[in-house]
Nanobody, 115 residues
Framework: QVQLVESGGGLVQAGGSLRLSCVAS????????VAWYRRTPGKQRDLVAR???????NYADSVKGRFTISRDNTKNTVYLQMNSLKPEDTAVYYC?????????WGQGTQVTVSS
């Protein structure tokens, strides 16, 4: 059973930084792409950033230049470094991965950015 666990969310003032972590219970991150999504109340989950097994990354336009996704395969962990946070970044952040045809999601971590 693959489980993804996010951590690192919290309350931060606008302009501040947070680093989210996503740890997998088994070593799938070196075998599968991983993405961070976020959802605000009443809206669907939107893709924030994605990293492939080769290390290629892509970002939503709204976070380019501020967020960085990275991975540490030795720790089965993917990170999302978030800098210059804005109130509109407030959301529940989820990590997700697809492996062997199955989608895996974490439980989410709340990020709140105050103005």
């Amino acid at each position: 059973q693959v489980q993804l666990v996010e951590s690192g969310g919290g309350l931060v003032q606008a302009g501040g930084s947070l680093r989210l972590s996503c740890v997998a219970s088994v070593s799938i991150f070196k075998l599968a792409p991983v993405a961070w999504y976020r959802r605000t109340p009443g809206k669907q989950r939107d893709l924030v950033a994605r990293i492939t097994t080769s290390g290629s990354t892509n970002y939503a336009d709204s976070v380019k230049g501020r967020f960085t996704i990275s991975r540490d395969n030795t720790k089965n962990t993917v990170y999302l470094q978030m800098n210059s946070l804005k109130p509109e970044d407030t959301a529940v952040y989820y990590c997700a991965s697809t492996w062997l045809g199955n989608d895996y999601w974490g439980q989410g971590t709340q990020v709140t950015v105050s103005s």
